[in-house]
Nanobody, 115 residues
Framework: QVQLVESGGGLVQPGGSLRLSCAASGSIFSNSAMSWYREAPGKQRELVALISFGGSTVYAVSAKGRFTISRDHAKNTLYLQMNSLKSDDAAVYYC?????????WGQGTQVTVSS
Protein backbone atom coordinates (compact mmCIF):
# COMPACT_ATOMS: atom_id res chain seq x y z
CA GLN A 1 0.00 0.00 0.00
CA VAL A 2 1.33 3.39 -1.00
CA GLN A 3 1.64 5.89 1.80
CA LEU A 4 2.87 9.44 1.99
CA VAL A 5 2.66 10.95 5.46
CA GLU A 6 3.51 14.59 5.99
CA SER A 7 4.47 16.14 9.31
CA GLY A 8 6.13 19.26 10.68
CA GLY A 9 3.48 21.85 10.01
CA GLY A 10 2.31 24.28 12.63
CA LEU A 11 2.10 27.90 13.68
CA VAL A 12 5.12 30.10 13.14
CA GLN A 13 5.71 33.83 13.32
CA PRO A 14 6.65 35.80 10.21
CA GLY A 15 10.36 35.43 9.62
CA GLY A 16 10.45 32.07 11.34
CA SER A 17 11.34 28.62 10.03
CA LEU A 18 9.74 25.20 9.74
CA ARG A 19 10.90 21.89 8.37
CA LEU A 20 8.30 19.67 6.77
CA SER A 21 8.82 15.94 6.37
CA CYS A 22 7.13 13.38 4.17
CA ALA A 23 7.65 9.72 5.01
CA ALA A 24 7.08 7.53 1.97
CA SER A 25 6.65 3.86 1.25
CA GLY A 26 9.99 2.52 0.17
CA SER A 27 8.79 1.15 -3.12
CA ILE A 28 7.47 4.53 -4.14
CA PHE A 29 10.26 6.70 -2.83
CA SER A 30 12.98 4.84 -4.64
CA ASN A 31 11.29 5.24 -8.02
CA SER A 32 9.79 8.69 -7.88
CA ALA A 33 10.38 12.31 -8.43
CA MET A 34 9.16 13.97 -5.24
CA SER A 35 7.63 17.38 -4.81
CA TRP A 36 5.91 19.72 -2.40
CA TYR A 37 2.74 21.57 -3.31
CA ARG A 38 0.65 23.97 -1.27
CA GLU A 39 -2.94 25.08 -1.33
CA ALA A 40 -4.16 28.23 0.36
CA PRO A 41 -7.84 28.98 0.94
CA GLY A 42 -9.47 30.18 -2.27
CA LYS A 43 -6.39 29.44 -4.36
CA GLN A 44 -5.32 26.63 -6.63
CA ARG A 45 -2.82 24.07 -5.49
CA GLU A 46 0.61 25.16 -6.65
CA LEU A 47 4.05 23.63 -6.95
CA VAL A 48 6.53 24.78 -4.32
CA ALA A 49 9.55 22.62 -5.09
CA LEU A 50 10.51 19.40 -6.84
CA ILE A 51 13.44 17.03 -6.53
CA SER A 52 14.30 14.27 -8.96
CA PHE A 53 15.51 10.82 -7.99
CA GLY A 54 19.03 12.01 -8.72
CA GLY A 55 18.71 15.15 -6.65
CA SER A 56 18.06 17.84 -9.25
CA THR A 57 15.78 20.54 -7.88
CA VAL A 58 13.27 23.03 -9.18
CA TYR A 59 11.70 25.82 -7.13
CA ALA A 60 8.77 28.14 -7.57
CA VAL A 61 9.82 31.76 -7.77
CA SER A 62 8.15 32.41 -4.42
CA ALA A 63 10.24 29.68 -2.76
CA LYS A 64 13.61 30.27 -4.35
CA GLY A 65 16.24 31.42 -1.88
CA ARG A 66 14.07 30.71 1.17
CA PHE A 67 13.05 27.04 0.86
CA THR A 68 15.21 23.97 0.38
CA ILE A 69 13.90 20.60 -0.76
CA SER A 70 15.89 17.47 -0.01
CA ARG A 71 15.46 13.72 0.17
CA ASP A 72 17.02 11.02 2.27
CA HIS A 73 16.95 7.70 0.43
CA ALA A 74 18.07 5.78 3.51
CA LYS A 75 15.04 7.04 5.44
CA ASN A 76 12.61 7.20 2.50
CA THR A 77 11.83 10.74 3.57
CA LEU A 78 11.36 14.00 1.74
CA TYR A 79 12.00 17.33 3.44
CA LEU A 80 11.18 20.97 2.91
CA GLN A 81 13.17 23.45 4.96
CA MET A 82 11.31 26.74 4.98
CA ASN A 83 13.03 29.90 6.20
CA SER A 84 12.00 33.55 6.33
CA LEU A 85 8.36 32.57 6.29
CA LYS A 86 5.78 35.11 5.22
CA SER A 87 2.03 35.32 5.68
CA ASP A 88 1.66 34.38 2.00
CA ASP A 89 3.29 31.03 2.76
CA ALA A 90 0.35 29.97 4.93
CA ALA A 91 -1.32 26.96 3.32
CA VAL A 92 -1.80 23.24 3.50
CA TYR A 93 1.39 21.65 2.20
CA TYR A 94 1.18 18.38 0.31
CA CYS A 95 3.80 15.84 -0.60
CA UNK A 96 3.55 14.27 -4.06
CA UNK A 97 5.29 11.29 -5.60
CA UNK A 98 5.42 10.85 -9.35
CA UNK A 99 6.50 7.60 -10.93
CA UNK A 100 6.49 6.95 -14.63
CA UNK A 101 2.80 6.09 -14.65
CA UNK A 102 1.30 7.05 -11.29
CA UNK A 103 0.88 10.00 -8.97
CA UNK A 104 0.44 9.78 -5.21
CA TRP A 105 -0.47 12.48 -2.71
CA GLY A 106 -0.17 12.76 1.03
CA GLN A 107 -2.93 14.05 3.26
CA GLY A 108 -1.31 17.45 3.83
CA THR A 109 0.05 19.40 6.77
CA GLN A 110 -1.11 22.86 7.76
CA VAL A 111 1.33 25.75 7.92
CA THR A 112 0.09 28.92 9.60
CA VAL A 113 2.18 32.08 9.58
CA SER A 114 0.96 34.66 12.03
CA SER A 115 2.17 36.94 14.77
Amino acid sequence: QVQLVESGGGLVQPGGSLRLSCAASGSIFSNSAMSWYREAPGKQRELVALISFGGSTVYAVSAKGRFTISRDHAKNTLYLQMNSLKSDDAAVYYCKATTGISVYWGQGTQVTVSS
